[in-house]
C-alpha cells in the first residue's frame, strides 16, 4: 500500500503533514517530495514515472496560486490524482482551487477543499480501500466512532436543553 504526497515548496510542508500522518496511521507507505512544476520540472516527471512502475496506488499532491503541480502530475499519470488547494496571500487559496478544478477532459483531479490535507488522505484511503480490505474495515471503525461521538455530543445538547 504506497501513496506519493507532492507539494511545490516545503513552505507547504505544515499544511500536508496531516495527511503524512493519517496515512501512516493506517499503514500506508508514503514518499514525499517538494517538487516544484515550474521550477523543478524534469526532477518531478522522473518521480511521476517512479511512482507509474513501483506500485504507487493514489499521489496528493499540494499547491497554492496558479497551482499548475496538480495537473502536472495528472498530465502524465493516469494513477488518481488528488489536489489540495492551499492558501495563499493574495486571494486565500480560492486561485488555487480555481485552478485545480478547472482540468480539461479526460486529465482529472479530485479536489478537496483549501488546505483540505486531511481530507485528500482520506479520499486516498478510500481509493485504495477498493483493493485493500485491512483499509476498508479501518474506515468503517473510524466512522463508526465518528457517528459514536456525534451522538454523545447530540445526547448532551438534548440534556442541557430540554
Do not use: W
Amino acid at each position: 500500500m504506497k501513496t506519493a504526497i507532492i507539494m511545490g515548496s516545503t513552505s507547504d510542508l505544515p499544511k500536508v503533514e496531516p495527511a503524512i500522518g493519517i496515512l501512516k496511521k493506517y499503514g500506508v507507505e508514503v514518499a514525499v517530495r517538494c517538487l516544484s512544476a515550474h521550477r523543478a520540472h524534469e526532477g518531478l516527471s522522473q518521480f511521476i514515472e517512479e511512482c507509474n512502475q513501483n506500485g504507487t496506488e493514489v499521489i496528493i499532491t499540494a499547491a497554492g496560486m496558479a497551482a499548475a503541480l496538480p495537473g502536472v502530475v495528472a498530465s502524465q499519470t493516469v494513477l488518481p490524482v488528488i489536489g489540495v488547494p492551499l492558501s495563499g496571500s493574495v486571494l486565500d487559496g480560492m486561485d488555487a482551487l480555481m485552478s485545480i478544478v478547472q482540468m480539461p477532459s479526460g486529465i482529472p483531479v479530485a479536489t478537496v477543499a483549501i488546505n483540505g490535507s486531511k481530507n485528500a488522505a482520506y479520499l486516498a484511503l478510500q481509493i485504495m480501500a477498493v483493493q485493500h480490505s485491512e483499509i476498508r474495515e479501518q474506515l468503517l471503525a473510524e466512522r463508526k466512532e465518528m457517528e459514536q461521538s456525534a451522538m454523545k455530543a447530540n445526547e448532551e445538547v438534548i440534556a442541557k436543553y430540554q
